[in-house]
């Protein structure tokens, strides 16, 4: 989710660059990775389509059994299994990304550029969002809900009284804005230990642990810490086990930022990853039909088994979808340069402009799969059509949206 973040300043210190070139080494290019005076643009890539694939999936609800903010009038198995499939790796797959970015912005930014650019890029939308963007989405689940009559006017003071999910309307974690939220929060929480493991003797100890996980399959490992997570969080199902953001816990989601970090700080974690990545989607594949199958037998979800086999299934498919990308992803267009401008925009409107129009088809007499590609095009539409029109032209809206401040684009 962030414009500039893989760009290797030319301003760094001679002795960070030494450090750099003597324990952070650049990746080959003939290999699909980044040299320090390239852009990760398979990074740029797996950014933009997890944001295509977050959009999908937020259609999808609309249509599958779980509780949402506006249902169709018809509910759709299928549709059900998708979301459960994807949210096995979408959210950790952003939390990863963002960790990635974290670690090149580390590169040549001060603490405090670092801060105030996760403000600007994070705090500024959220903000946004939850006093403009989202009380349409809450009115639109409290009538749905019949929670509430009236017009959007007539309640939109009470979307002030109380918290959501609380009891509440104010929906303070601002509702799917909530990764803006806790990515500011992991950004100031690991900051300090970033820092510590750019230094240069932690930098040897990085380099001896990374030739360890450059071993064949050890990189697999990498999921025992995420399958402790979920075991300890299971013990907390009410507290810090809880999982309404986006089907992981927040512990866990601090897990895969750490990782992704982690990766980004030897090559050799991503060589393994490249090498890997064909077992991964296999086991991968594998893993998800048996997760499938407990559910479907009535296993429980936090079951010690459950717990165990949907950490390693995050972890295959993030293994995958990293090997895959690295491979195959590693350059630039057209395309992506202005994709990757407009991915934050689209990712703070897509859920409003879906409960949006979702509202106003929930009733129609159509058949699943055309009222999904009626909510999908639609919905695509109308998030381009502001971002183009109303966004990214003006210096307030690219302010507001989280986007690098340039000079205005005219008509």
């Known amino acids: 989710m962030r414009e500039n973040a893989y760009w290797l300043g030319e301003k760094r210190s001679a002795r960070i660059?030494?450090?750099d070139r003597r324990f952070l080494p650049p990746l080959n290019n003939t290999e699909g990775a980044m040299s320090y005076n390239n852009r990760r643009n398979d990074i740029d890539w797996l950014r933009v389509l997890a944001t295509v694939t977050i959009f999908l999936f937020h259609c999808a609800r609309f249509f599958d059994e779980e509780d949402w903010h506006i249902k169709n009038d018809r509910l759709d198995l299928r549709m059900s299994i998708f979301v459960g499939i994807v949210s096995q790796w979408i959210m950790p797959l952003f939390f990863v990304l963002?960790?990635?970015?974290?670690?090149?912005?580390?590169?040549?930014?001060?603490?405090?550029?670092?801060?105030?650019?996760?403000?600007?890029?994070?705090?500024?939308?959220?903000?946004?969002?939850?006093?403009?963007?989202?009380?349409p989405q809450v009115y639109i689940e409290r009538l749905s809900h019949l929670q509430?009559?009236?017009?959007?006017?007539?309640?939109?003071?009470h979307y002030f009284e109380g918290f959501y999910a609380f009891g509440g309307n104010f929906a303070w974690m601002g509702l799917h804005l909530w990764y803006l939220e806790i990515l500011f929060i992991f950004s100031l929480l690991t900051l300090?230990?970033?820092?510590?493991?750019?230094?240069?003797?932690?930098?040897?100890?990085?380099?001896?642990?990374?030739?360890?996980?450059?071993?064949?399959?050890?990189?697999?490992?990498?999921?025992?810490?995420?399958?402790?997570s979920e075991l300890l969080v299971n013990l907390q199902p009410g507290g810090i086990g809880r999982r309404d953001f986006g089907g992981w816990s927040l512990l866990t989601y601090l897990l895969f930022f750490l990782l992704g970090y982690s990766i980004a700080c030897d090559e050799r974690f991503q060589q393994s990853i490249e090498r890997h990545r064909g077992y991964a989607l296999v086991m991968g594949i594998i893993t998800t039909n048996i997760g499938l199958s407990l559910q479907m037998s009535g296993y429980s979800t936090r079951g010690f088994l459950f717990a165990l086999l949907r950490a390693f299934n995050s972890w295959f498919w993030l293994v995958a979808i990293l090997g895959w990308g690295s491979k195959y992803l590693s350059f630039s267009n057209p395309l992506l340069?202005?994709?990757?401008?407009?991915?934050?925009?689209?990712?703070?409107?897509?859920?409003?402009?879906?409960?949006?129009?979702?509202?106003?088809i929930a009733n129609w007499d159509a058949s699943v799969m055309v009222k999904y590609l009626v909510l999908s095009t639609s919905s695509f539409v109308v998030i381009m059509v502001l971002y183009e029109l109303l966004i990214k032209r003006f210096k307030v809206g690219r302010f507001l949206f989280g986007m690098k401040d340039t000079q205005r684009i005219h008509l």
Not at 107 to 113: M, P
Not at 198 to 216: L, Y
Request: glycine residues 4%; without cysteine; hydrophobic residues 45%.
């Open 17 to 19: 660059r030494e450090r």
């Open 98 to 135: 963002s960790a990635i970015s974290a670690y090149y912005a580390l590169s040549h930014r001060t603490d405090r550029q670092y801060l105030q650019e996760r403000f600007k890029r994070l705090v500024i939308p959220l903000l946004f969002g939850i006093f403009v963007l989202i009380p």
């Open 148 to 157: 509430f009559s009236g017009s959007f006017l007539q309640f939109f003071p």
């Open 192 to 228: 300090p230990l970033f820092r510590y493991l750019r230094r240069e003797t932690v930098g040897q100890k990085i380099s001896q642990t990374a030739n360890f996980f450059d071993q064949p399959g050890v990189i697999f490992l990498l999921a025992i810490p995420l399958s402790s």
């Open 337 to 360: 340069r202005y994709a990757n401008k407009a991915v934050l925009p689209f990712y703070i409107l897509h859920q409003t402009a879906i409960v949006i129009v979702g509202f106003l």
